[in-house]
């Protein structure tokens, strides 16, 4: 069964910074692309990154780029999700993803306030 868990969410001031872990079990993790998506409060899904599998070559969504970035560790079969310069409207619940299953982890809630 392809599980993922998410953790290291939290609340962050304007500007700060958190990282995020994401743990995969389940499924031959160094052979399947991982995204990270997040839901700000009453919106629909929006897509942030994807990382391959192999290369660990990473796109991200306008929105983010230059302020997030994504990496892997295989190994650990553990993908993470560096958050800096954090803004309000990047308040959400944040989940990665097997996109070969689509199936996302249960999330982790980021919130930047002052």
């Known amino acids: 069964e392809v599980q993922l868990v998410e953790s290291g969410g939290g609340l962050v001031q304007p500007g700060g910074s958190l990282t995020l872990s994401c743990v995969a079990s389940g499924f031959l993790f160094s052979s399947y692309t991982i995204s990270w998506l997040r839901q700000a409060p009453g919106k629909g899904l929006e897509w942030i990154s994807t990382?391959?599998?192999?290369?660990?070559?990473?796109r991200y969504a306008d929105s983010v780029k230059g302020r997030f970035t994504a990496s892997r560790d295989n190994a650990a079969k553990t993908v993470y999700l560096q958050l800096n310069n954090l803004k309000a409207e990047d308040t959400g619940m944040y989940y990665c993803?097997?996109?070969?299953?689509?199936?996302r982890g249960q999330g982790t809630q980021v919130t930047v306030s002052s």
């Open positions: 993803r097997q996109d070969a299953t689509n199936t």
């Open positions: 990382t391959t599998e192999l290369s660990g070559t990473t």
